[in-house]
């Protein structure tokens, strides 16, 4: 058993093409502990973090004995409101930069649902589950790829470098254009999380 709960209708990212991040200094634990405080302020009645290193269980609260494990995918399902949500990551070689990448991913979107935008619908519309399927894997949506991948520039790239190659792919994506909204909307994110990371 590898007690990963991979959303089953979710493309995993082929294990040649996941890279090493060297972005993010926190560890498994502090990743852990800030998905959690991330998941408390979005207000989620209860969640739940599936990775395959979870088979063995020391501390019920890092139940993460092997924190290098073979499938470094990590999941996080939650409901909120009477709604179930998942979102899951396997794009990078290493546990807790998937876990990481969660938990931006996640405050991300909380930050953008504080703001005083109308966009018809909340920022975790698609992390949302059908309802036929509570209990399954369908429609989660996963992280899979990084945003400096997505924006096609180098992980480290200073903010100046970053905005202008978000600035070029909107256009190149923008909707009013017959652009792909879907992918308009990646790159935003992309950008947003780039520049976010860099304020850390």
């Known amino acids: 058993m590898t007690g990963l709960d991979w959303p089953a209708t979710l493309k995993r990212t082929d294990p040649a093409e996941r890279t090493r991040n060297n972005r993010y200094a926190a560890s498994l634990r502090d990743s852990i502990d800030d998905l959690e405080t991330e998941l408390g302020r979005v207000g989620v009645d209860d969640w739940r ?7 063995q ?33 396997d794009a990078y070689s290493r546990l ?9 991913y996640l405050r991300e979107k909380r930050k953008m649902e ?42 480290d790239a200073p903010a100046n470098v970053v905005k202008a190659a978000a600035r070029q792919k909107l256009k190149e994506h923008h909707p009013d254009r017959g652009g792909d909204r879907e992918m308009f ?15 850390q």
């Open 185 to 199: 909307k990646r790159v935003q994110d992309a950008k947003e999380a780039m520049l976010s990371e860099g304020d």
């Open 114 to 155: 504080q703001r005083p935008v109308e966009t018809g619908e909340s920022e975790f519309a698609n992390a949302r589950l059908p309802p036929a399927d509570e209990g399954a894997t369908q429609g989660a949506v996963v992280a899979r790829q990084p945003p400096h991948v997505l924006l096609d520039v180098a992980p």
């Open 96 to 104: 807790r930069d998937n876990v990481r990448t969660l938990y931006l």
């Open 49 to 55: 973090l599936s990775t395959a290193a979870q088979h």
């Open 57 to 89: 269980k020391r501390n019920p609260r890092y139940p993460y004995a092997n924190a290098s494990p073979t499938d470094p995918g990590a999941v996080v399902r939650w409901t909120m409101e009477g709604d179930q949500y998942a979102v899951a990551c």
